[in-house]
C-alpha cells in the first residue's frame, strides 16, 4: 500500500466510527438513557463471568482514563444501574458490579445497540 492508500483507508476507518458512534449516541440515548460508554460498560460486565470487573480491567476493556471512568460509574451508580464492591483479596481493589437494574436496562438498550451496529456494517464504504 503506498502513503495514500494507507491514508484513505485510515480516513475511512474514522468516517465510519464518527458515524456509527453518533448513530449510537443518538439511538441509545433517545431509547434507553444511556451514551455509548455507558452501554458498552453495561456490556461488559453482562458478558464476564460473575457481572463484575475491577476498576482497572474495565478501563483497559472500554479504553477510557480512569478518570473519565470514574465519573462514568459514579453516574451508572447514580442510577442504580452498578455499585462498587471491596476486593476482598486486595482491600485496595474496587470492583464494579452490573446490579438487576442495571441487567434489564442492558436487556432493553441491547437490540438497539446490535441493530445500529448492523446497519452500520451493512452500510458499504464509501469511496476514497
Known amino acids: 500500500m503506498d502513503d495514500a492508500e ?22 441509545l440515548g433517545e ?22 470487573y475491577r476498576v482497572q480491567e474495565l478501563a483497559d476493556a472500554v479504553h477510557l482514563s480512569q478518570s473519565a471512568l470514574s465519573r462514568l460509574i459514579s453516574r ?4 442504580g444501574l452498578v455499585c462498587r464492591n471491596m476486593c476482598v483479596e486486595d482491600r485496595r481493589g474496587v470492583f464494579v458490579q452490573i446490579t438487576e437494574t ?22 458499504p464504504s464509501s469511496p476514497s
Open 31 to 52: 431509547k434507553h438513557g444511556l451514551g455509548v460508554s455507558d452501554f458498552e460498560v453495561l456490556d461488559r460486565m453482562c458478558e464476564s463471568e460473575h457481572g463484575k
Open 102 to 123: 442495571g441487567r434489564e436496562r442492558h436487556a432493553e438498550a441491547r437490540p438497539t445497540h446490535r441493530a445500529v451496529l448492523n446497519g452500520s456494517m451493512a452500510q
Open 76 to 79: 451508572l451508580e447514580k442510577a
Open 6 to 27: 494507507v491514508v484513505g483507508s485510515w480516513r475511512e476507518l474514522l468516517a465510519r466510527h464518527a458515524s456509527t458512534w453518533c448513530a449510537l449516541e443518538r439511538e
